[in-house]
């Protein structure tokens, strides 16, 4: 069974930054893609960030590009986050998913392991 758990979220200012964190458990971190989404209150659920199999690959949502880093550490099976000058508008519920079929994609539908979702707030 895989299971996944975040962290490293909170309360920041606007413009600060954070890292998020998602290790997994079972043995996927070699095989699989993993991605990071959000969903804030009262919308959908959004894919965030990317990253291949080997990480050489990675994809971002056009409202984050530049500003957040996906990351992962095969070794640790982890995937992480980094969020720098973060706006109100990335207040969200942020989750890691894990796609074992490998394939980097954006659609929520093809993730079949995910997280219990850690909180970002941005506000000052």
């Known amino acids: 069974q895989v299971q996944l758990v975040e962290s490293g979220g909170g309360l920041v200012q606007p413009g600060g930054s954070l890292r998020l964190s998602c290790v997994a458990s079972g043995r996927i971190g070699s095989r699989s893609a993993m991605g990071w989404f959000r969903q804030a209150p009262g919308k959908e659920r959004e894919f965030v960030a990317g990253?291949?199999?080997?990480?050489?690959?990675?994809d971002y949502a056009d409202s984050v590009k530049g500003r957040f880093t996906i990351f992962r550490d095969n070794a640790k099976n982890a995937v992480y986050l980094q969020m720098n000058s973060l706006k109100p508008e990335d207040t969200a519920v942020y989750y890691c998913?894990?796609?074992?079929?490998?394939?980097?994609?954006?659609?929520?539908?093809?993730?079949?392991?995910w997280g219990q979702g850690t909180q970002v707030t941005v506000s000052s």
């Open positions: 990253t291949s199999v080997s990480g050489g690959t990675t």
């Open positions: 998913a894990v796609d074992s079929r490998g394939a980097l994609t954006r659609l929520e539908k093809l993730y079949d392991y």
